[in-house]
């Protein structure tokens, strides 16, 4: 089975704090998201990668980057943590392009105080 | 902007058949229809997906009107543990990189 895995599942932060969320796949996966999900507003895309150094930006990238050096590893940073960034974030896993058969991680929920 | 319409909320007795519609009008061309879940507090997970034949796996059924433009997602005989939301996705290109979730279903399935 593909696995997607979170580094944390929470995580408490300061204000102003640099935040690094990471993700591991174990299938060779081109693909990989991030996502954060709010009360209301379900599942937005906040950066993606389809291949090793290769990003684009999703739906909402403001506040955040991402890194992409290794193909099993997808990192989203939070240079400056704002407490309006404190959400459950997803990272996400697909074979290829056009291939959306994607598996999920548990999520980390992050806390911005 | 999202290109799927579902209705916001449905509600379904244990062992019933659960019928999710989705509309999907612009889909054109290769572009296929893709469903996931979401249970409570968990990440989503694929179900299903399809170009214009009607699918059928371990999960669910989905049923894609001729035209193409609506789909229908059934889970045959539901139980609790089908109580999620549930998301369609699409139209989505062979080529395409991006995977964008919209509001999805909560099904409530009722004992």
């Known amino acids: 089975d593909v696995k997607v895995t979170q580094s944390s599942r929470y995580l408490v932060k300061r204000t102003g704090e640099k935040v690094f969320l990471e993700c591991v796949q174990d299938m060779d996966h081109e693909n990989m998201f991030w996502y954060r999900q709010d009360p209301g507003l379900g599942l937005r895309l906040i950066y993606f990668?389809?291949?090793?150094?290769?990003?684009e930006k999703g739906d909402i990238p403001e506040g955040y980057s991402v890194s992409r050096e290794k193909k099993e590893r997808f990192s989203l940073i939070l240079e400056s943590a704002s407490t309006n960034q404190t959400s459950m974030y997803l990272c996400?896993?697909?074979?290829?392009?056009?291939?959306?058969?994607?598996?999920f991680g548990q999520g980390t929920r992050l806390t911005v105080v | 902007d999202a290109k799927t319409t579902q209705p916001p909320s449905m509600d379904c007795a244990e062992g019933r058949a659960a019928n999710l519609p989705c509309n999907h009008s612009t889909i054109s061309g290769n572009e296929y229809v893709y469903w996931y879940r979401q249970i409570h507090s968990q990440g989503p997970q694929y179900i299903i997906h399809g170009l214009k034949n009607n699918e059928t796996n371990e999960m669910a059924s989905l049923i894609i009107t001729e035209d193409r433009k609506s789909s229908t997602l059934i889970l045959p005989h539901a139980t609790l543990r089908d109580t999620a939301v549930y998301y369609c996705?699409?139209?989505?290109?062979?080529?395409?990189?991006?995977?964008?979730f919209g509001s999805g279903t909560q099904l409530t399935v009722l004992p």
């Open positions: 990668s389809y291949d090793v150094k290769m990003k």
């Open positions: 996705i699409g139209p989505i290109s062979g080529s395409a990189r991006q995977l964008t």
């Open positions: 996400a896993s697909s074979l290829r392009p056009g291939n959306t058969e994607a598996f």
